[in-house]
């Protein structure tokens, strides 16, 4: 069986600085699995790199085999890859319903369709109405997505990750900023959403990511420097010496 | 914005009526305006408005909808009037046959023909880039459009003639009541048809890009792509505005295409209030009203459009539409009503305040563009000498009285503001 994600000797390089250096990982399908690191160790470049947010400078990424290194976004998402964004992404000036909407649009094969009225396609508008009902936000539907608290532009962010049924969704540091009982929410969110799908996430709060993840990777440095269950990373000497070390330092 | 309903109910719950009844409205007016304003002057106006409304509503396409600031639209609209009038031309000279009434079609797909040659790396950026590219391309095509004489006409243009070609029920559109409802036809179904386009996937895309081009790109559209099926849909209508002006007036100059038409219709959709898909409409519609009744009163008008779209762009970002629907919350309320007199309170002074820095302006045009030794001058029926101290004390007070008062009433209008939009939880019981 092929990996969902598998990342070889990816590299990535601003001017004469190297942020990745050379990250060999395999992600199983199916598998839930966590990144996680010390500050400006390149979590989030790595996300951009197979999101197709930046360009590498040396390596390949593969989605279920298939090289998708320097593709656009949006050939990437069509191919199965969907993300959120470590700082609320969404479109402010649209109602949560149009937003979640949007996610939905392209896997429902609509494209760049004007001539189909979007609000008969009921099949579409349903399946949007489900996905709101998921992440909690009937009540809000109709209001700018702006408008929303914080919490709340973080479950729409979700949604709109997830929404379009991608077989892999990346997740970057989805609790990040929560309250405790937010931060639940968002856990028993995030696990509901991702049933039978592969999930890679970026997390800071250890809780969560060894509450969910099935498997960790540590990135240190543009390097992953173990990549395992959590059971064994936590356990882990040179984790506890590179990262939580490096933590204690901060 | 959304129509959709509750979750459970499909999307068609809202009911049919009540999204047809603007259109019905707007339909029965277009049909009776010329009844209220039968002066040739009023169908003048209300043509020339027809046309701006097309036009200014295909701009916001592109600026309100897409996120497209453009400054070289009139290239559409110009580029559709002028092909519009060649066609014209060839149906008077028997060259082939064509009902002269869907001369406009022509227009439109010249707009879109362009706007696909334009728009396929005009739209590749969004801000400073294609705002950049729009105004070369603008520049580029007024002055080829003094270059290829044979085309463009030269200096005076093309002109036609509309009565030409098979009629329709023998009405050849000679007469203005004739182009009158000719326009108000096409204006109905464009209108029609860029509203619904804003309600399918491509332009509900539009406004995801405009509001977050990024993001669109990681649920599956190129944003390039998006922008180009705006930019094409857009052309298409500035040229069908350019085929009405070409069949109303019978002649398209160079003016048509240059960067003042582009200039003309970026104000009036700014007046109006891109944000809303009537914002343009009603610029057109006031823009034109200033255009030919305050041209008729005082030869400054232009700078009073000026003044008025510094102001807007300075204090109400939305728009003329945006003031009105700031309202809302508080119409619902039912509370409106305890916004008049403190509307009235600062807005009278207001008035006064404004009509001496009229009079100002007035004055001071009068005095630097009247003949040698003439000093008499009237304005708003008031006779009065331009050189004299009266009057400049008067005008003095009027600015400075006005200008006072309506500062001291602003703490309570605001105050009237906020009670009025307060939520209904904090008065009595929970809202809807």
Known sequence: MTAAIELQDLRKSFGPTEIIRGVNLSIADGERHAIIGPNGAGKSTLFHLISGRYNVSGGTVSLHGENISNLPPYEIYRKGLSRSFQVTNIFPNMSVFENVRCGLMWVHDYKYSFWHLIDRQKELNERTAEVIEEIGLTSRQHIPAGVLTYAEQRALEIGIAAAGGADVIMLDEPTAGMSHSETDQAIALIRKITEGRTLVMVEHDMGVVFDLADRISVLVYGEIIASDTPENIRNSKAVQEAYLGAEAEE | ?432
Request: hydrophobic fraction near 50%.
């Open chain 2, 1 to 432: 914005m959304s129509e959709i309903t509750k979750t459970a109910s499909p999307a068609t719950a809202r009911p049919l009526m009540k999204t047809l009844l603007p259109w019905i409205g707007f339909f029965i007016l277009l049909l009776a305006l010329p009844n209220i304003f039968s002066s040739n002057v009023g169908l003048y106006t209300m043509n020339l408005m027809g046309i701006f409304v097309i036009f200014a509503l295909s701009y916001n396409m592109l600026l309100g909808q897409g996120g497209m600031l453009s400054f070289g639209h009139a290239v559409y609209f110009g580029l559709g009037g002028f092909m519009s009038v060649h066609f014209m031309n060839y149906i008077e000279d028997g060259d082939f046959t064509f009902p002269m009434y869907l001369i406009p079609i022509f227009g439109g797909l010249i707009g879109l023909v362009f706007g696909i040659i334009i728009g396929s790396f005009s739209t590749r950026r969004a801000g400073t880039v294609f705002a950049m590219i729009s105004l070369g391309v603008g520049e580029l095509m007024a002055a080829s459009s003094l270059i290829f004489v044979a085309f463009f006409g030269g200096e005076e243009g093309v002109s036609g003639d509309r009565t030409t070609g098979p009629d329709l029920m023998g009405i050849n559109f000679g007469q203005d009541i004739h182009i009158y409802y000719l326009i108000a036809g096409w204006v109905f179904v464009t209108v029609a048809l860029m509203y619904l386009f804003s309600r399918t996937p491509a332009g509900r895309m539009a406004n995801a890009v405009r509001d977050n081009a990024e993001r669109a790109e990681f649920v599956g559209y190129s944003q390039r792509k998006v922008r180009f099926v705006s930019f094409c849909a857009s052309g298409f209508f500035a040229g069908i505005a350019g085929g009405l002006f070409a069949l109303n007036f019978e002649i398209v100059t160079e003016e048509n295409l240059n960067a003042l038409t582009s200039g003309t219709v970026l104000l009036m959709a700014y007046i109006g209030g891109v944000g809303f898909f009537i914002g343009p409409i009603v610029g057109a519609v006031i823009f034109t009203l200033l255009q030919s009744i305050l041209s008729n009163y005082t030869d400054i008008w232009q700078l009073y459009v000026g003044i008025l779209f510094v102001l807007t762009v300075m204090y109400v970002p939305q728009g003329l539409t945006g003031i009105f629907m700031m309202h809302t919350a508080a119409w619902r309320m039912r509370r409106v009503g305890s916004l008049i007199l403190p509307y009235l309170r600062a807005g009278i002074p207001a008035l006064a305040m404004l009509t001496g820095i009229a009079a100002f302006l007035e004055t001071i045009h009068h005095m630097r563009s009247s003949v040698e030794g003439e000093t008499a001058m009237s304005l708003m029926g008031v006779d009065f000498d331009s050189h004299s101290f009266v009057a400049w004390i008067v005008i003095l007070a009027l600015v400075v009285v006005g200008g006072y008062l309506t500062r001291s009433q602003l703490p309570q209008l605001k105050e009237a503001w906020e009670m009025a939009n307060k939520p209904p939880a904090q008065r009595e019981g929970a809202g809807s």
